[in-house]
């Protein structure tokens, strides 16, 4: 295995939770997204969740990155993810094939069973059933957008059969990742991740690595893996910014993280940016804290978040800057051809 990770794809990533009303938040993702546009990502995945403001800002992602899709024309958008226990299978199938039409196949459709449980009484379900919810509801949305009979008898207009195949797992199991792997969609590797109670202070690799190792176990030969890395990275142009702005952020995330019942080791702020495995500093700072990510070097793609620092608009569009000329670009990614043609 190289020393350093190579990644074949840069994504942005937001759970829209600028400190700001809903529709600014919404504009403000818009302008955020744009602007990796701009520095030559490639894919920008936003959230969905349900309720919690605090944890993220956006219950319609298809709305939304229809409105993503009129104003910008490379950059492919995805769902990340869908709390798919919660939909209609064939409603989200039909709303992602008008998206994707409205995007010129631009979309990447990420799916997962949800990660807060409190969630599922607002929609009249159990939580204890998200599993068996998630296995179902994939199955017939696959079978949807495949073209074939939905319950009924019926088949979907309009169709988009290419959607099949970039549909992604996000899963914090083994069983997760190898279900991924079988079905040869992408797997989603989350930013951080709870520790298990007989490993509590187990690295965020020796969790995930597992994980991995199912989904290439189970993937078929023939098919090239597809694996998205997300991570709470934060870059800004001295070391003491950065921090600045995680003694708010991360220690906001900690009362809120504690207020649940959950502990933290420590209290100073190096104990939180370990506790949430947060990558932040100077480009050179950031890039030895990737390089040292043994998962990362597993991964296809690299998908970048400023939660839980959360600092202002200003300082996401300049980390998201220097991401994309300093941090990923020491990595072996550079802007694919489209990208520096539309800058041109």
């Known amino acids: 295995m190289s020393s350093t990770p190579r990644f074949q794809r840069l994504a942005f990533f937001t759970r829209l939770l600028d ?35 605090h944890e993220g800002g956006l219950p319609s992602p298809f709305v939304f990155l229809a409105h993503v899709a009129a104003r910008t024309g490379r950059i492919r958008l995805g ?62 949305l696959r079978t949807a957008l495949g073209g074939g009979k939905i319950p009924g008898g019926d088949t979907l207009y309009p169709q988009a059969p290419d959607l099949a195949r970039r549909i992604w797992q996000a899963t914090f199991s083994v069983s997760g990742g190898a279900r991924a792997g079988a079905a040869g969609d992408g797997l989603m590797l989350s ?27 189970a993937l ?76 990362l070097h597993r991964c296809t793609d690299l998908a970048v978040q400023v939660h839980s620092v959360d600092p202002p608009h200003p300082w996401i569009l300049r980390s998201i800057e220097l991401v994309a000329q300093h941090v990923a670009p020491a990595f072996g990614w550079h802007r694919s051809p489209s990208a520096v043609a539309a800058a041109a």
Not at 95 to 112: C, F, M, N, P, T
Not at 254 to 281: C, M, N, P, S, W
């Open 19 to 53: 400190a700001a009303p809903a529709a600014e938040r919404y504009r403000l993702a818009t302008e955020q997204i744009a602007h990796a546009e701009a520095q030559g990502y490639d894919a920008a995945w936003v959230a969905q969740h349900h309720f919690h403001e």
């Open 79 to 140: 769902t990340g993810i869908v709390t798919l226990p919660l939909e209609l299978p064939v409603r989200v199938a039909e709303d992602a094939i008008v998206l994707d039409l409205l995007a010129d196949g631009r979309l990447e459709l990420g799916v997962g069973n949800g990660g807060n449980p409190s969630a599922f009484a607002g929609f009249e379900l159990d939580g204890v059933d998200r599993n068996d919810l998630f296995v179902r509801n994939l199955a017939r």
């Open 191 to 217: 930013r951080t991740q709870p520790r298990p109670d007989d490993a509590p202070h187990a690295s965020l690799a020796e969790i995930q690595d597992p994980i991995v190792d199912a989904y290439l176990a």
């Open 220 to 295: 078929p030969k023939h098919q090239a893996p597809r694996i998205v890395g997300s991570r709470s990275v934060f870059v800004a142009d001295s070391r003491a910014d950065a921090r600045r702005f995680a003694e708010t952020g991360l220690r906001t995330q900690a009362e809120r993280f504690q207020a649940k019942g959950y502990t933290l080791k420590g209290g100073t702020l190096d104990d939180l940016i370990e506790a949430f495995d947060v990558h932040l500093g100077t480009p050179e700072d950031v890039i030895a804290s990737l390089r040292a990510d043994k998962t």
